[in-house]
């Protein structure tokens, strides 16, 4: 089956770095994609990864290793507002999305 | 670029009554739109991918017949929720993508559907 797993929660504080990890297994492999949602609010595009490397936008950072079927998203100097969750999402063979549960990270002062 | 609206944001009707979702991408075509449902702290699940000028493809238990999805512009699908009830009452999120490389899926804002 297809399976994507990132952690369930995490706490960091604010001004830290945090670094969400998200391993994947699925039929083939066309993309990795990391999204943001807020409370109550739609998710919204983050970055793309389809290379293996570190793509760099902003606070927010975005690696791929496609051998290992590992992703990680990095915030930098965190601020309050990113208190949401985020997404992990591979595009498989059939060019499909297979979502994540998501990861909810808190942020305290 | 790549917004996506959805109209509207939030609805409450009566136990039977049909609801129409609207979602637009306003600055680019759409080949490819999609809708889901969020329930409450859990994660999105896709209802249906619909291209343009074809009929929708469903998810493994979603009925067709109750989720009528229209996507009759590159720039326009519709989700009609037909005679609701209030196991219905979710976030309704729909989502678009333009094709490309990425073919990333830009989302609308949703609407929250309470049923009565």
């Known amino acids: 089956g297809q399976n994507i797993d990132q952690p369930t929660e995490m706490t960091a504080t604010e001004g830290a770095i945090v670094q969400i990890n998200c391993t994947y297994q699925?039929?083939?492999?066309?993309?990795l994609f990391w999204y943001q949602q807020h409370a109550g609010e739609a998710p919204t595009f983050l970055s793309y990864?389809?290379l293996d490397g570190l793509e760099e936008k902003g606070r927010f950072s975005s690696f791929l290793s496609r051998s290992k079927g590992y992703s990680y998203l990095l915030l930098k100097e965190l601020q309050m507002k990113d208190s949401a969750s985020y997404l992990c999402?591979?595009?498989?063979?059939?060019?499909?999305?297979?979502w994540g549960a998501g990861t909810k990270l808190i942020i305290k002062p | 670029g790549a917004v996506v609206s959805q109209h509207p944001s939030r609805v409450i009707c009566k136990s039977g009554t049909s609801v129409k979702i609207e979602c637009r991408s306003l600055?680019?075509?759409?080949?490819?739109m999609f809708w889901y449902r969020q329930f409450p702290k859990q994660s999105l699940m896709l209802m249906a991918t619909s291209n343009e000028g074809s009929k929708a493809t469903y998810e493994q238990g979603v009925e067709k017949d109750k989720f009528l999805i229209n996507h009759a512009s590159l720039t326009l699908s519709t989700l009609t929720v037909t005679s609701a009830h209030p196991e219905d009452s979710s976030f309704y999120i729909c989502?678009?993508?333009?094709?490309?490389?990425?073919?990333?899926?830009?989302f609308g804002p949703g609407t929250r559907l309470t049923v009565l």
């Open positions: 699925t039929s083939g492999f066309n993309g």
């Open positions: 990864n389809v």
């Open positions: 999402a591979v595009k498989d063979s059939n060019y499909q999305l297979i």
């Open positions: 989502s678009a993508s333009g094709g490309g490389g990425a073919d990333t899926q830009y």
């Open positions: 600055d680019f075509q759409a080949t490819t």
